[in-house]
């Protein structure tokens, strides 16, 4: 008992330390973050999210701990469309990764480290220790930033160490901001301005940092797709179960006096 009541304590101890943690996250900077609202049973957004990731983001970053197989089963994809679609990496022997592989990426932790500063992390539970609401306000939070090494800076995340990848869907945007009132009772208020559009109109944009968020919210944990079903399924088997248990318990307890 007492280790149960353990365990229980340290699973609402993690979930709290958790949702601390994205409080944190959420409120760097004062930047209000915008509602994701993804929906991870969305199949064709969720093709449309890995289509994206692999074509821009799988450069640098890396899906460690999962594989282009169970990707291509929950999302309703064949090996055969991973393999010519999604996978761009070369294993030791230089032939095409197959599509049992890890979704690693095509850069070397060395080179992205010389490059960049440190190497781009692996975003299999970013999902999860982000947020989707985190992600998806940063894919639309890249500006000009002439300082910085890459040329753009986030309001998200500050001083970001890598470049805007879907500066030519999205196009660039700058950060302009006002001062209201005076002295130390002063308010900056910053928003973003598209002054170059790209190639999608800012609606098509959102729907597509809509649909690599949701990707990467599934990524972070595949098994929300099955687990509400086996959920109602085991709770419909306990009421079965406590049914048949009643009225055995009768049985056996008619002649008892």
């Given at each position: ?35 994701a609202d993804v929906d991870i049973h969305n199949q064709a957004s ?204 009768k049985e056996y307890w008619k002649d008892v006096h």
């Amino acid at each position: 008992m007492k280790k149960f009541i353990a365990s229980v304590m340290f699973a609402l101890s993690a979930s709290l330390m958790m949702t601390v943690a994205n409080t944190a996250w959420a409120n760097e900077e004062g930047v209000e973050l915008e509602h994701a609202d993804v929906d991870i049973h969305n199949q064709a957004s969720l093709q449309r999210g890995v289509k994206y990731f692999a074509n821009y983001c799988m450069g640098c970053h890396s899906l460690n701990f999962s594989r282009y197989n169970r990707v291509a089963k929950d999302l309703g994809l064949t090996d055969e469309q991973v393999t010519k679609n999604l996978i761009f990496t070369r294993d030791a022997n230089g032939d095409l990764d197959k599509a049992g592989a890890l979704m690693k990426n095509g850069i070397s932790q060395k080179d992205a480290a010389e490059w960049f500063g440190a190497p781009p992390p692996d975003l299999t539970l970013v999902g999860r220790s982000r947020g989707p609401d985190w992600i998806y306000s940063y894919l639309k939070a890249f500006y000009v930033d002439p300082t910085r090494p890459m040329g753009v800076n986030n309001t998200v995340f500050p001083n970001v160490g890598m470049p805007h990848v879907l500066w030519d869907l999205q196009g660039l945007q700058e950060k302009e901001c006002v001062k209201e009132g005076e002295g130390e009772h002063a308010v900056e208020h910053c928003e973003l301005k598209l002054v170059k559009p790209g190639s999608m109109t800012p609606a098509e944009y959102d729907q597509t940092a809509r649909d690599i968020t949701n990707f990467l919210a599934y990524v972070g944990e595949p098994s929300k797709l099955s687990r509400k079903t086996y959920g109602v399924f085991t709770l419909l088997f306990l009421g079965l179960f406590a049914v048949v248990a009643y009225f055995l318990k009768k049985e056996y307890w008619k002649d008892v006096h």
